[in-house]
Every structure is written in C-alpha cells, then in structure tokens.
C-alpha cells in the first residue's frame, strides 16, 4: 500500500534555499508528484517524476530516487508568495492513476 | 480555459439533508476523482472514475455516491449528511500526467 511521509511545516528565509523532503512505501510505483496549496485554494501541479534524477522548472526542482522510496521539492531564491502548503503525491497502484497524497508540508517563508 | 469547474463553491447542510456537488471539466480527460480535504490530514479519495459509465471506490467512499454519465460530468451525491463530512472537497481531472483541480466546495454540516 501507500504511506506517504513528510515533514509537517517548515521555515525558511527570503531569498533563500529550502528543500522539502518526502519518503514513500509502495509497490508498484508509477509516478511521484509535487503539488503547490496555498489556503483555501486549490491544489497546483508544480512537478512529475517517475525515473530517478532531478526535473529542474525554473525556481523549482524535484529529485526522485526510487531506489530508496524517496523525493526531495526543491526551491530556490524563496519569494514571500512561496508560503503554502506543499503536497507530495504517488500514483496508487491498482490502475485509475489514482494519487494518494502525504498530509502536506506548510512552508512558511520570512523576510 | 475554464478546466475544472465545481459548484457550489460554500453550502451548509442540516444533519440529514442531501446534496449534489457538481463537477465538470473542458478538457476530455477520462480520469475523474472526488476528495475530501480535513484540516491537518491531506486529500482523502472518496470515488474517482476511468470513464464515462464506470465509477469505483476510493479511500472513504462511505456516505457518498457518484455517476459519470459523460465525460465531462461527475457529480459526488451526499445522501444522509452527518456532521464527519464537513470539509473541503475537491474534485479533479487527469490525462496520466498530473491531476488538475477546481476550486473545492466548502461544505459545512450543522
């Protein structure tokens, strides 16, 4: 099954570089996703990974290693509009490309 | 680019009363999913959908039910509202690279 970790808030500095990490348990893995929340909006696609390495997007980058059952979001040069909560998310196996999500990591970024 | 669209986007229900919350989406996507979002405790799958005419069961799919008669709909149906399904809910669309989601409706059971 699916059991989805990571931490639950995190501080950083404007300008500044923080890394959120997340760890998964699952078979039949096939795929990790990056989700961006702020409150009481929707979720936002920020990033898909499903081979080991790093996907760079502009400010942000999503590792994946599968091997060890992990992923770090990355964000570089941290902007007040980057506090939100961040969703890690995997595809379920069972088929449907179900994602089961991880309870979220509310960055809080400070001047 | 309307994409997702959810509606209502607040209600409050009495204990015991039902509701529809609609879902539709512009984007031909076959993949279709409903979740639950309480404070503190992530995205919870309630039902999702391959296809139009097939539904299947999610997480927590107790005191719900949905339909998906064309592609672009998928309705969530609250029968008996009890006060565990106040939360946010989300409903969402994929193609396999990503879910993208509407606004959420906040419901609130009283």
């Known amino acids: 099954g699916q059991n989805i970790d990571q931490p639950t808030e995190m501080t950083a500095t404007e300008g500044a570089i923080v890394q959120i990490n997340c760890t998964y348990q699952?078979?039949?893995?096939?795929?990790l996703f990056w989700y961006q929340q702020h409150a009481g909006e929707a979720p936002t696609f920020l990033s898909y990974?499903?081979?080991?390495g790093l996907e760079e997007k502009g400010r942000f980058s999503s590792f994946l290693s599968r091997s060890k059952g992990y992923s770090y979001l990355l964000l570089k040069e941290l902007q007040m509009k980057d506090s939100a909560s961040y969703l890690c998310?995997?595809?379920?196996?069972?088929?449907?490309?179900?994602?089961?999500f991880g309870t979220g990591t509310q960055l809080k970024v400070e001047l | 680019n309307a994409g997702v669209t959810q509606t209502p986007k607040f209600r409050i229900l009495k204990i015991g009363q039902s509701m529809t919350l609609q879902c539709t989406q512009d984007?031909?996507?076959?993949?279709m999913y409903w979740y639950r979002q309480d404070p503190g405790m992530g995205l919870k799958l309630i039902y999702y959908?391959?296809?139009?005419?097939?539904?299947d069961k999610g997480e927590v799919p107790n005191g719900y039910n949905v339909s998906r008669s064309t592609t672009e709909d998928f309705p969530l149906r609250l029968e008996l509202a009890a006060p565990s399904q106040t939360s946010v809910y989300f409903c969402a669309s994929s193609e396999g690279s990503g879910a993208f989601f509407g606004q959420g409706t906040r419901l609130t059971v009283v």
């Open positions: 699952t078979s039949g893995f096939n795929g």
């Open positions: 984007m031909n996507h076959n993949y």
């Open positions: 990974n499903v081979l080991d």
């Open positions: 959908s391959v296809g139009a005419g097939i539904t």
């Open positions: 998310a995997a595809i379920h196996p069972g088929g449907g490309n179900k994602l089961t």
